[in-house]
């Protein structure tokens, strides 16, 4: 009730200055830092970066966020593409890509005076997608590297009496350090979970002022509903879902949004014929209630995996786990550089390192000694048929058929972004082809986040590109000191 309360500003305009869609550890950095908790350099701590050092030194006396973030971020170099990620990483973790464990430069001070008011939205609880992972999957980056500002990860799994296997974590560890975080550092208020957002788009705020909402749907004639005379602000819509399972309609006015949805919810599709059949599956979810169920088994034929990302691999190893025979087929050569267990240290990730011996030696033409597994690189599917034989075919040409149990497609997820005019297109490097976090990113400033293509507007995580938790948080940080420039400039 105390919620719906709130949301009811859809006949108001006094709705906080700033709303967030996603609520994963971008949107909870992001809150953090928004919530008046502000990062200095800590006075004589020494930076293994001499110039970076010499810039920190400069002025230490002015918080990170009210500094200038292409000063302090020229010339830093490392494992993402974001100047800023790249500072507030080193800057938090200074050599740890060096295998240091050198403390963080940064001290944080809680100023209230200058929090800015302001909500997150998001499906699940604070976390986003880390709840709808299997709790018991390890995660691909380091378990420290998982941590958010001044709560280490592994802090507070020592409270839990537990240490981490090959310093990676569960992702049922990560979910609840998560919600922890948001607990522990008091950021519950700004919240707000079960809530689904249907449509943000640009209004007047004349036109809301004036209370005219039929004048706002016939307004709408440009995708943004653009209005150079006047103040424009985002009108979002949505829905939450109350304890009985009803949903509640919700419009929110403010004037900058942030989007902070990953990508979780969209699976690829490959868009072949009979992709749509019951057999066929997108999620690793899928292959679990299978196995739970005795829906496949060890007498069963086959199950398909399609792709040669990380997520494939760990249907893999949980198929082979279960002594369950596999069909892998992937587009690739094994030996492809851009192939990600080229990329990946054999010592850190031992499991991933067996799958790819397994694709190496264990293909079709010279089956290995593990005839429960079977590698087709540089395959594709053509066809799935109802009588769930399958259609394979090679680089030449050459096509096979396999009867299998179940197929996974698991070729990587698209943002959904159903919510936005066009999908977002229009906000995308490439305005003519979807949005996608590896091939076309959301375009954006690289030191505020902000859309090149609509003021107001910003993307975090994946969205702009950056897919790793350790480099979310530099975007959380370009945010946070472009909306307090803002504030201040603008005082509410």
């Excluded at 008046?36 to 030194?57: A, D, N, V």
């Excluded at 170099?77 to 800023?84: K, T």
């Excluded at 809301?208 to 209005?227: F, P, R, V």
């Excluded at 942030?258 to 979780?264: K, M, P």
């Amino acid at each position: 009730k105390h919620f719906s309360k709130n949301c009811s500003i859809s006949r108001s305009i006094n709705s906080p200055p700033f709303f967030f869609s996603g609520n994963g550890p971008s949107g909870i950095c992001l809150s953090y830092l928004l919530s008046g908790y502000t990062p200095y350099f800590k006075r004589h701590s020494l930076h293994p970066h001499p110039i970076l050092q010499r810039k920190l030194e400069e002025a230490p006396e002015v918080s990170v966020l009210d500094q200038d973030l292409e000063y302090l971020s020229e010339g830093l170099e490392g494992r993402s593409h974001s100047p800023v990620a790249l500072l507030f990483d080193t800057l938090q973790r200074p050599d740890t890509d060096f295998g240091g464990t050198a403390e963080s430069v940064l001290t944080w001070w809680h100023e209230p005076d200058r929090a800015i008011p302001h909500l997150v939205l998001g499906r699940n609880a604070p976390g986003g997608a880390w709840h709808s992972i299997e709790g018991s999957m390890v995660t691909l980056s380091r378990g420290e590297w998982m941590g958010l500002p001044d709560l280490p990860f592994k802090e507070w799994l020592k409270q839990k009496r537990r240490g981490l296997r090959n310093n990676r974590a569960t992702a049922e560890d990560i979910a609840q350090y998560y919600q922890h975080y948001v607990m522990k550092k008091g950021l519950q208020k700004n919240f707000r979970c079960g809530t689904v957002v249907t449509s943000v788009r640009k209004v007047s705020a004349e036109s809301i002022s004036n209370h005219t909402q039929k004048d706002l749907q016939e307004d709408s004639d440009s995708l943004w509903n653009s209005n150079e005379q006047s103040t424009d602000i985002f009108q979002v819509d949505g829905f939450f879902k109350t304890m009985e399972g009803d949903k509640e309609l919700f419009s929110i006015y403010a004037e900058n949004v942030v989007l902070a949805t990953g990508t979780y919810d969209n699976p690829t599709w490959l868009g072949v014929k009979g992709e749509n059949l019951s057999y066929v599956h997108h999620q690793l979810s899928a292959l679990e209630e299978a196995v739970k169920s005795n829906s496949v088994g060890i007498m069963s034929d086959p199950v398909l995996i399609v792709g040669a990302g990380l997520t494939a691999a760990d249907a893999i190893l949980f198929v082979h786990h279960c002594n369950i025979p596999v069909i892998h087929v992937f587009r690739r050569r094994v030996s492809d550089p851009g192939l990600i267990f080229n990329q990946l240290p054999k010592m850190m990730y031992p499991e991933y390192h067996k799958v790819h011996q397994m694709m190496k030696e264990q293909t079709a033409a010279c089956a290995g000694p593990d005839e429960r597994y079977i590698s087709l690189p540089e395959h594709h599917v053509l066809s799935f048929g109802k009588d769930k034989k399958c259609i394979l075919q090679d680089k030449n040409g050459c096509q096979k058929v396999y009867k299998i149990s179940m197929a996974l497609v698991l070729t990587g997820s698209n943002p959904n972004l159903s919510f936005l005019p066009n999908d977002g297109m229009e906000l995308a490097v490439d305005s003519d082809q979807p949005v996608n976090p590896k091939r076309n990113p959301i375009d954006v400033d690289p030191f505020t986040y902000e859309c090149t293509q609509e003021k107001g507007l910003y993307a975090l995580g994946p969205l702009a590109g950056d897919n790793f938790v350790r480099f979310v948080q530099g975007g959380a940080l370009a945010v946070a000191s472009s909306l307090l420039k803002k504030a201040n400039k603008n005082p509410p």
